[in-house]
């Protein structure tokens, strides 16, 4: 344990000879005329699903295998089965999967070095080029690449085959994994005097208002069999594309060597990154031999501090920053595991909006789309290795090739996304069994932490702990720089008491299940329910969860824990807690297929739980009223509303009639536990405020006042009978280039256009133009129906359609959604080119 303010960088004395030169200037940045070029690598791959024999040999013939783009996840068509293992999403995820892809280079990069890069691939897999194996990587998170010069043939009629075997056995995650090549594929064509994939390690050792100082260590690669006397010239780009700095260094790589040379930039006013404020520079590397420009790179990064004190807690840029996070898996719902920038960045808007400032990655490495829209809205992210070491959670993970691959792994991880601002943790480990281990556990954790400090000095290490006290009592836990809590918050002082200089937060939080617009009266603690539903009241969760009051208890009155992962933002395909995943193979939990633990839906809709954290985690004046007001079968009755708020008073109005005004934080509502270590069967929450109101069919009005005015309202109103479909297209305009998404959702609404909160009516959709259809769902936890359809049912009044644009048109997309017997709707979508690369690359084009 090293508690304390953590310490940037120390300088490297290591590096062979730098000349550094410093100039400020003020032009913009010059067109980028890179002879190298780093092309995603995406298109025209073949698919096959099941084993084969002969694939790896490029002449077998794939004429029949199903052509396809990347990234695709082999398992998300389905069918969701009872046979598969609920646990990881019953849809078919294990089995043997192939990818082939033939290309050509032209002759004139005959002289290039080739290197073809994964983003990931889900899992095990297996890479031949024209027949030659290239190698193997049993874990499906990380990134990897080969340098496959010497076995292509040049030319533009050569004929190159790729073939990627996959597999994944029964029993492999806890989750859902996705499978296939489920992220990007990049093919780098560079000189043989280059910058190698992740060689470029940018810190900012020394930080202030006037000026920060920025420490670049760039590796220059020569596989050519001559050493090489090169230039390595930095030019820093600002947030504005104004050029704040630039070094130039001169050096010699020997032949079949890499070099690390080191170089060190001024920076003045420096714009910090922050949550706000996400300003972010960008680093120009151009390699020159013999004056001529042979490479160009390019690397984001933000300038900002971030120190972890056990007396101040986490400061970013000085400001102590309390950490209101979401722990995330790797999903993007429908659309699977195959990854996608805009449906991300759509989930991190939401979770925004909630008043989210981290994101826990739990429990792998995330893609790196994840980290650079991190990096551009201003969230903070831990960044999570591993879920289990040498002992596994399910027979036949990660776990078995640890031992061989750890180390490996880790560095690939913290070498790839060191430079981004957003990243501010380094997780070595979720839960791991170890902790009860007192030989084991210590020892791997302190070789983990080693590696970690020793990849990225400037920031702190952690773990993820839930049996506590063991692995505080044996060892384990001193060897992490920051300390999480996975559960247990009424453990916090007992922890900080044993240990005053230890930094510690809830790396994982609450663990409430529900699912969206369902209420279940009278509102009791269960454990399951026979509708495989679950209520929003949010009183439910497993036997080590706790509702989201109670951790907002624990961190209020224990204000040196430095702030919480609430598992999780989303809900995610798999893991569907309470039901009976564990009965793996029997369908113990059929038809639930996916998690209950979001405070977001599986198709973005939010569901209560949203709005108590965005009433804690945002300022802005808010009131949020639960449950609907559609209660016909229950006439007579009384209805518990809960009102979620920050405002100081919230009063209730129903059918016209004051019920009262409550105070805010004061008054309380007994809301029914159970949990962990306690005798505790009711908890007086000051986050919540309950009315009884006897059912009537009409409103029912929350006022929320600050300061004696109104800030903020909200109502629930009974709906009459479905009378139409209403569409919300969520951004009217995407881009051709076959990624961007748009997402349309589908409201059932009475003749007033009030949504129908019961609705589950059969919607079809119909698409027009240059567009399709990449995915529908609806939220719903537990039905089979598939997420690659045209029709899909609504589930309490809502439900998605996922379109994608043409890959080059341009045009409108209509797409109506229709049901029988409601009147349907239709919207436009714009689709149109993209004028400029997503990530700052220089792409040829995508062939
Ligand atoms: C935790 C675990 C998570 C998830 C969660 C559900 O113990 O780390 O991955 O399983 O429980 O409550």
């Given at each position: 344990?090293?508690?304390?303010?953590?310490?940037?960088s120390?300088?490297?004395?290591?590096?062979?000879f730098?000349?550094?030169?410093l100039?400020?200037?003020?032009?913009?940045?010059?067109?980028?005329s890179?002879?190298?070029?780093?092309?995603?690598?995406?298109?025209?791959?073949?698919?096959?699903?099941?084993?084969?024999?002969?694939?790896?040999?490029?002449?077998?013939?794939d004429?029949?295998?199903?052509?396809?783009?990347?990234?695709?996840?082999?398992a998300i068509?389905?069918?969701?089965?009872?046979k598969?293992?609920?646990?990881?999403?019953?849809?078919?995820?294990?089995?043997?999967?192939w990818?082939?892809?033939?290309?050509?280079?032209?002759?004139?990069?005959?002289?290039?070095?080739?290197t073809?890069?994964?983003?990931?691939?889900?899992?095990?897999?297996?890479?031949?080029?024209?027949?030659?194996?290239?190698?193997?990587?049993?874990?499906?998170?990380?990134?990897?690449?080969?340098?496959?010069?010497?076995?292509?043939?040049?030319?533009?009629?050569?004929?190159?085959?790729i073939?990627?075997?996959?597999?994944?056995?029964d029993?492999?995650?806890?989750?859902?994994?996705?499978?296939?090549?489920y992220?990007d594929?990049?093919?780098?064509?560079?000189?043989p005097?280059?910058?190698?994939?992740?060689?470029?390690?940018?810190?900012?050792p020394?930080?202030?208002d006037?000026w920060?100082?920025?420490?670049?260590?760039?590796?220059?690669?020569?596989t050519?069999?001559?050493?090489?006397?090169?230039?390595?010239?930095?030019r820093?780009?600002?947030?504005?594309?104004r050029?704040?700095?630039?070094?130039?260094?001169?050096?010699k790589?020997?032949?079949?060597?890499?070099?690390?040379?080191?170089?060190?930039?001024?920076?003045?006013?420096?714009?910090?990154?922050?949550?706000?404020?996400p300003?972010?520079?960008?680093?120009?590397?151009?390699?020159?031999?013999?004056?001529?420009?042979?490479?160009?790179?390019?690397?984001?990064?933000g300038?900002?501090?971030?120190?972890?004190?056990?007396?101040?807690?986490?400061?970013?840029?000085?400001?102590?920053?309390?950490?209101?996070?979401?722990?995330?898996?790797?999903?993007?719902?429908?659309?699977?595991?195959?990854?996608?920038?805009?449906?991300?960045?759509?989930?991190?808007?939401?979770?925004?909006?909630?008043?989210?400032n981290?994101?826990?990655?739990?429990?792998?490495?995330?893609?790196?789309?994840?980290?650079?829209?991190?990096?551009?809205?201003?969230?903070?992210?831990?960044?999570?290795?591993?879920?289990?070491?040498?002992q596994?959670?399910?027979?036949?993970s990660?776990?078995?090739?640890?031992?061989?691959?750890?180390?490996?792994?880790?560095?690939?991880?913290?070498?790839?996304?060191?430079?981004?601002?957003?990243v501010f943790?380094?997780?070595?480990?979720?839960?791991?069994?170890?902790?009860t281990?007192?030989?084991?556990?210590?020892?791997?954790?302190?070789?983990?932490?080693?590696?970690?400090?020793?990849?990225?000095?400037?920031?702190?290490?952690?773990?993820?702990?839930?049996?506590?006290?063991?692995?505080?009592?044996?060892?384990?836990?001193?060897?992490?720089?920051?300390?999480?809590?996975?559960?247990?918050?009424a453990?916090?002082?007992?922890?900080?008491?044993?240990?005053?200089?230890?930094?510690?937060?809830?790396?994982?939080?609450?663990?409430?299940?529900?699912?969206?617009?369902?209420?279940?009266?009278?509102?009791?603690?269960?454990?399951?329910?026979?509708?495989?539903?679950?209520?929003?009241y949010?009183?439910?969760?497993?036997?080590?969860?706790?509702?989201?009051?109670?951790?907002?208890?624990?961190?209020?009155?224990?204000?040196?824990?430095i702030?919480?992962?609430?598992?999780?933002?989303?809900?995610?395909?798999?893991?569907?807690?309470?039901?009976?995943?564990?009965?793996?193979?029997s369908?113990?939990?059929?038809?639930?297929?996916?998690?209950?633990?979001?405070?977001?839906?599986?198709?973005?809709?939010?569901?209560?739980?949203?709005?108590?954290?965005?009433?804690?985690?945002?300022?802005?004046?808010?009131?949020?009223?639960?449950?609907?007001?559609?209660?016909?079968?229950?006439?007579?009755?009384?209805?518990?509303?809960?009102?979620?708020?920050?405002?100081e008073?919230?009063?209730l109005?129903?059918?016209?009639?004051?019920?009262?005004?409550?105070?805010?934080?004061?008054?309380?509502?007994?809301?029914?536990?159970?949990?962990?270590?306690?005798?505790?069967?009711?908890?007086?929450?000051?986050?919540?405020?309950?009315?009884?109101?006897?059912?009537?069919?009409?409103?029912?009005?929350?006022?929320?006042?600050?300061?004696?005015?109104?800030?903020?309202?909200?109502?629930?109103?009974?709906?009459?009978?479905?009378?139409?479909?209403?569409?919300?297209?969520?951004?009217?305009?995407?881009?051709?280039?076959?990624?961007?998404?748009?997402?349309?959702?589908v409201?059932?609404?009475?003749?007033?256009?009030?949504?129908?909160?019961?609705?589950?009516?059969?919607v079809?959709?119909?698409?027009?133009?240059?567009?399709?259809?990449?995915?529908?769902?609806?939220?719903?936890?537990?039905?089979?129906?598939?997420?690659?359809?045209?029709?899909?049912?609504t589930?309490?009044?809502?439900?998605?359609?996922?379109?994608?644009?043409?890959?080059?048109?341009?045009?409108?997309i209509?797409?109506?959604?229709k049901?029988?017997?409601?009147?349907?709707?239709?919207?436009e979508?714009?689709?149109?080119?993209?004028?400029?690369?997503?990530?700052?690359?220089?792409?040829?084009?995508?062939?």
């Amino acid at each position: 344990m090293s508690p304390g303010r953590l310490t940037p960088s120390p300088k490297p004395s290591f590096f062979l000879f730098a000349i550094v030169a410093l100039l400020f200037c003020q032009s913009s940045a010059a067109a980028n005329s890179a002879p190298s070029s780093n092309q995603l690598f995406n298109d025209s791959w073949l698919f096959h699903s099941g084993e084969h024999s002969s694939a790896r040999f490029p002449e077998t013939d794939d004429s029949s295998w199903r052509k396809l783009r990347l990234p695709h996840d082999a398992a998300i068509e389905g069918p969701f089965s009872s046979k598969n293992e609920s646990r990881s999403g019953s849809l078919p995820s294990s089995g043997v999967f192939w990818y082939r892809k033939h290309f050509a280079l032209p002759l004139t990069d005959r002289e290039q070095n080739v290197t073809l890069c994964f983003e990931g691939a889900m899992s095990n897999s297996r890479v031949w080029i024209n027949g030659h194996f290239l190698g193997e990587r049993p874990n499906g998170y990380i990134g990897f690449e080969y340098d496959v010069t010497r076995y292509i043939r040049f030319g533009e009629n050569a004929n190159n085959v790729i073939a990627v075997r996959l597999e994944q056995e029964d029993l492999s995650s806890r989750w859902y994994p996705g499978a296939g090549l489920y992220r990007d594929v990049r093919l780098k064509v560079r000189s043989p005097i280059h910058l190698p994939s992740d060689g470029i390690y940018i810190t900012t050792p020394v930080v202030s208002d006037q000026w920060s100082e920025v420490d670049v260590r760039a590796e220059v690669a020569n596989t050519t069999s001559s050493p090489a006397q090169v230039t390595v010239e930095h030019r820093v780009f600002g947030p504005d594309g104004r050029i704040v700095g630039q070094s130039s260094i001169q050096a010699k790589v020997n032949t079949s060597d890499k070099l690390q040379t080191s170089a060190n930039l001024s920076i003045a006013n420096p714009l910090r990154w922050e949550p706000d404020a996400p300003h972010l520079y960008r680093l120009e590397t151009r390699v020159r031999r013999d004056g001529k420009v042979v490479d160009v790179g390019e690397t984001t990064f933000g300038i900002r501090t971030i120190e972890f004190s056990a007396s101040d807690g986490f400061l970013l840029n000085g400001v102590r920053t309390q950490i209101k996070g979401v722990c995330l898996h790797h999903d993007l719902g429908p659309l699977g595991a195959a990854i996608n920038r805009s449906a991300l960045e759509r989930r991190l808007e939401i979770l925004k909006e909630m008043g989210t400032n981290a994101v826990r990655t739990s429990h792998n490495p995330p893609s790196p789309q994840l980290l650079d829209l991190c990096d551009e809205m201003g969230l903070l992210v831990q960044v999570e290795a591993f879920d289990a070491w040498e002992q596994a959670k399910v027979e036949n993970s990660y776990s078995k090739h640890f031992p061989d691959w750890y180390e490996q792994d880790l560095r690939a991880m913290i070498r790839r996304d060191r430079n981004h601002p957003s990243v501010f943790m380094w997780s070595i480990g979720n839960e791991i069994l170890e902790q009860t281990d007192p030989q084991k556990g210590p020892l791997i954790a302190k070789t983990l932490n080693d590696i970690c400090h020793e990849e990225d000095p400037t920031r702190p290490t952690t773990a993820c702990f839930n049996y506590y006290p063991d692995p505080v009592v044996n060892g384990l836990a001193a060897e992490v720089d920051v300390v999480g809590l996975n559960y247990h918050p009424a453990s916090y002082q007992d922890l900080l008491e044993r240990h005053p200089d230890w930094i510690v937060y809830g790396s994982e939080t609450a663990s409430t299940v529900s699912s969206r617009g369902v209420y279940h009266l009278p509102i009791e603690k269960y454990d399951s329910h026979p509708s495989h539903q679950i209520t929003s009241y949010d009183i439910i969760g497993p036997a080590w969860a706790y509702p989201p009051d109670i951790e907002f208890h624990f961190q209020e009155t224990n204000p040196r824990v430095i702030g919480e992962f609430i598992w999780t933002g989303f809900d995610y395909i798999g893991e569907p807690t309470p039901f009976a995943w564990d009965e793996h193979k029997s369908g113990g939990a059929w038809p639930s297929r996916s998690s209950y633990f979001g405070a977001i839906d599986l198709c973005g809709f939010p569901k209560d739980r949203y709005y108590l954290y965005k009433s804690q985690w945002n300022s802005q004046p808010l009131v949020h009223l639960l449950p609907h007001w559609n209660w016909d079968a229950s006439k007579g009755e009384t209805i518990p509303v809960y009102a979620f708020s920050n405002c100081e008073e919230v009063e209730l109005i129903a059918n016209g009639k004051s019920l009262g005004r409550r105070k805010v934080g004061v008054d309380t509502t007994p809301i029914p536990v159970n949990f962990y270590n306690s005798d505790l069967e009711v908890f007086e929450s000051k986050y919540r405020l309950r009315w009884d109101v006897p059912y009537v069919p009409g409103a029912v009005k929350a006022i929320g006042y600050s300061d004696g005015e109104i800030v903020s309202e909200d109502s629930i109103k009974t709906a009459g009978p479905a009378h139409s479909l209403e569409l919300q297209l969520e951004d009217g305009r995407i881009h051709n280039d076959g990624y961007d998404l748009a997402f349309v959702q589908v409201h059932v609404v009475d003749k007033d256009g009030n949504l129908c909160p019961l609705a589950d009516n059969a919607v079809e959709f119909e698409v027009f133009g240059p567009g399709e259809i990449a995915a529908v769902g609806n939220g719903d936890p537990a039905t089979a129906e598939p997420f690659t359809a045209s029709e899909r049912k609504t589930f309490n009044g809502l439900c998605l359609a996922i379109i994608r644009g043409d890959v080059g048109q341009s045009g409108v997309i209509q797409v109506r959604a229709k049901s029988i017997g409601l009147e349907s709707d239709l919207v436009e979508i714009q689709l149109a080119p993209r004028l400029a690369p997503v990530d700052g690359m220089t792409y040829r084009s995508d062939n």
